[in-house]
């Protein structure tokens, strides 16, 4: 089934995938009988299918509870929220997005998790609207063959006085969760002196997706990033390209999250494919994707990928409905001159 309106494609779990070792440590067996009974749950997520079709066949082999997985964008599955909100429509179960906080919270079910008690502070909504299924941390990237480690800024003031970088600095046109980190940091007044600098020093160039970012510092298009996220240039860094982390303060950090529809059609389900999502087995087999975990029980890939974000500050950043558009326009304003 394609939903055109909203961008979103229903997609099927009847491609084999090895099955990831199994404890079951996020099991709920007072809810796995009416789990079964009400037989699905459908999932709404902005997770590539070729990572979250095996790690939601994990679920299925589990419990006998067949996922239906619909993929769309964060913006289009928050607008299909929306509308099918509106009509109280019982079309949705679970959202795993990065976005799941921008949804009006009279359509998020408020919720207690067994699991939650593995998970990170930074991975636990206050209202439990939410919780956490991995985390972005924000971080410069430079090619290893273009700029030599020594000459690395310490800081986001000596990064703008690096003008002989000028044209060879690049960031992504969504960077508005970095933004405001450097914002909440530095305070207003000194945030916009710094970007500014950047901006008039650097001439950034605005790319668009921080995977094809990544992907051209490692090719040598850029020589370095602003910002991008780290578990991504990770990824490029272990396909063999040179490319490598390099932290300043501050480091901001949101975590994608999942959420539990108010009128959710499999309720039972929905809570127990929600506790699945953030459970052990879940988060390491999304590690292997080079998704960050938000449980100190599992493994980043690679291993040491936190090492160069020791000493720096961590800032988390969690947008609600309205910070989104708050944020975008005043990256355009900053960065974009618009």
Known sequence: MVFARAGLVALSLTTP???????????????????KAEGSVVVYSSVNEGEALPVWKIFEDATGVKVQFVRGSDVAINSRIAIEGRAAQKSWDVVVTTSVSQNPPQLLAQ????????????????????YGHSINYNAPSYNTKLVD???????????????????????????????????????EAKARKIVG?????????????HLALARQVGAGEYALTLNNFVNLTYAVKMSGAPTDVFALDPVSAHVAQVGISVNAPHPNAA?????????????????????????????????????????????PTLFGPQDDRKWSKLFDELLRGR
Not at 22 to 35: E, G, N, S, V
Not at 271 to 289: K, P, T
């Open 17 to 35: 995938f090895p099955v990831f070792a199994q404890t079951f440590d996020w099991m709920i067996p007072d809810k796995l009988a009416a789990a």
């Open 111 to 130: 919720y207690d998790l067994p699991e939650a008690k593995n998970l990170l502070p930074i991975a636990i909504s206050a209202d439990r609207r939410w």
């Open 149 to 187: 480690k020594s000459e690395l800024p310490t800081s986001f003031e000596d990064f703008a006085a690096k003008t002989k970088w000028k044209g060879r600095v690049a960031i992504d046109g969504t960077d508005t969760q970095w933004l405001a980190g450097i914002f909440q940091f530095y305070g």
């Open 197 to 209: 600098d950047l901006v008039r020093n650097l001439e950034p160039v605005i790319t668009d997706g």
């Open 271 to 315: 809570l127990l494919a929600a506790n699945f999502a953030v459970g052990r087995e879940a988060q390491a087999r999304s590690a292997e994707f080079g998704r960050m975990p938000v449980r100190a029980d599992v493994a980043t890939n690679p291993p040491d990928a936190l090492v160069p974000l020791k000493g720096r500050t961590l800032v």
